[in-house]
T-cell receptor, first 114, second 116 residues
């Protein structure tokens, strides 16, 4: 079965600092999908990005960027010039093509202080 | 466009009592999920529906949990009887499809259950 590990339980930074959230995954499937979700204090998970296993191109969206490396089974997420509104719990998730069961990591709680 | 709607937002019950959660997915979303999120952990899938069919319920504790999605739209998740360990946030999500570019899950705000 697939597994997602987010080793960083909590991260605290000061506004405008860059921060990287780590995600390492395990899967035996050759076709899979990786996701990042944001869960603000309101509780509703918000989709950030979806990547399939055949697309290793890094992606940038505003202050957000993602680094997908199959060689190390990692899908890290970087926030540049962090803001207080970025404070939330961030989840990395993996969905295999075989079972379509989206498996979430334990999450990383990011606190951005003013 | 309305998002995924869940009710109630909070529920406090005594152990051994029954409880039900309701979810209204985004219009047109055929796939509906129920997840359970324990404190400090990521969501764990309980059941997934494709229209009205439960296609993955392998992680649903069937002795006390049940779910239904009549007419392939709204869904209800029930626990009977509830146990202390069932205290968690129950999340509903929906998507256009599975394993495609449409596999983007939209989540509701969840129902926070406290079993005393």
């Amino acid at each position: 079965a697939q597994k997602v590990t987010q080793a960083q339980t909590e991260i605290s930074v000061v506004e405008k600092e860059d921060v990287t959230l780590d995600c390492v995954y395990e899967t035996r499937d050759t076709t899979y999908y990786l996701f990042w979700y944001k869960q603000p204090p309101s509780g509703e998970l918000v989709f950030l990005i979806r990547r399939n296993s055949f697309d290793e191109q890094n992606e940038i969206s505003g202050r957000y960027s993602w680094n997908f490396q199959k060689s190390t089974s990692s899908f890290n997420f970087t926030i540049t010039a962090s803001q207080v509104v970025d404070s939330a719990v961030y989840f990395c998730a993996l969905s295999e093509s075989i079972n379509n069961d989206m498996r979430f990591g334990a999450g990383t709680r990011l606190t951005v202080k003013p | 466009e309305a998002g995924v709607v869940q009710s109630p937002r909070y529920k406090i019950i005594e152990k051994k009592q029954p409880v039900a959660f309701w979810c209204n997915p985004i219009s047109g979303h055929n796939t509906l999920y129920w997840y359970r999120q324990n404190l400090g952990q990521g969501p764990e899938l309980l059941i997934r529906y494709e229209n009205e069919e439960a296609v993955d319920d392998s992680q649903l504790p069937k002795d006390r949990f049940s779910a239904e999605r009549l007419k392939g739209v709204d869904s209800t998740l029930k626990i009977q009887p509830a146990e202390l360990g069932d205290s968690a946030v129950y999340l509903c999500a929906s998507s256009l499809g599975v394993g495609t570019e449409y596999e983007k899950l939209f989540f509701g705000s969840g129902t926070q259950l406290s079993v005393l």
